[in-house]
């Protein structure tokens, strides 16, 4: 997937008030060595085989669904969508600023592991600043609620961080469906230079959850 671009536009926050901090580690946990004891030589043991029950779903096992509704950290609802890439390879992201798009080729809503990356701009022409230039100034422990079809799960910022307008395939930690659960949110952000095609930099928010996906009705 190719970087996410913004609409020519400037925007009136500072860069300066953007947060660098270190973003979580995206690496799969290392699971035992499943090594075994064997029993001492010429020793003879006899068990009676213990009845093994029937495995049952879980109760806070949930089936995964595409997000429909963010709840940004200042407060503000936004309709979701799920894009794709273009031919080009950057990733479709809605024109309107008041819609985000949910990459569907990451982590959905209760899913265990993997980033679930919801992407939007930061402005456009005819609408001027939309609601992610709010993640601009964006501070850890604010929260965010993403939302699905049947499901709601709460999130707590823990990084904002600014980088390079690249390719996303160079930057896994962004999209991949590996690694610990996490929600990533992403617009543009300056400086703005109209000579080499507009944004420089990607604002990125990282979010992890504060509890497991909740059911939100029948």
Do not use: K
């Not at 270190?22 to 009676?48: F, I, K, M, Q, Y």
């Not at 609802?77 to 080729?105: C, I, Q």
């Amino acid at each position: 997937m190719g970087p996410v671009r913004g609409v020519p536009g400037p925007v009136l926050v500072a860069a300066a008030a953007l947060l660098t901090t270190l973003v979580a580690g995206c690496g799969l946990r290392d699971g035992g060595t499943g090594e075994r004891t064997a029993p001492s030589p010429g020793a003879t043991e006899r068990r009676t085989p213990t009845p093994v029950a029937p495995a049952r779903r879980a109760a806070s096992q949930v089936t995964p669904e595409g997000p429909r509704a963010i709840r940004l950290p200042d407060g503000t609802v936004l309709r979701v969508r799920a894009v794709g890439t273009r031919a080009d390879g950057e990733l479709a992201v809605p024109d309107d600023v008041r819609v985000a798009g949910w990459w569907r080729g990451g982590s959905r809503l209760g899913d265990p592991f993997g980033a679930t990356l919801v992407a939007g701009h930061v402005d456009s022409r005819r609408q001027g600043l939309g609601p992610y230039a709010a993640l601009l100034s964006a501070t850890a422990g604010q929260q965010v609620v993403l939302q699905s079809r049947h499901l709601r799960q709460d999130f707590r910022v823990r990084s904002l961080r600014l980088v390079r307008q690249a390719p996303l395939r160079h930057q896994p930690w962004i999209h991949s469906a590996g690694g610990d659960r996490r929600l990533v949110l992403v617009t543009c952000a300056p400086p703005y230079l109209p000579s080499r095609g507009g944004y420089q930099n990607l604002a990125v928010v990282t979010a992890v959850p504060t509890g497991p996906p909740q059911r939100r009705g029948p």
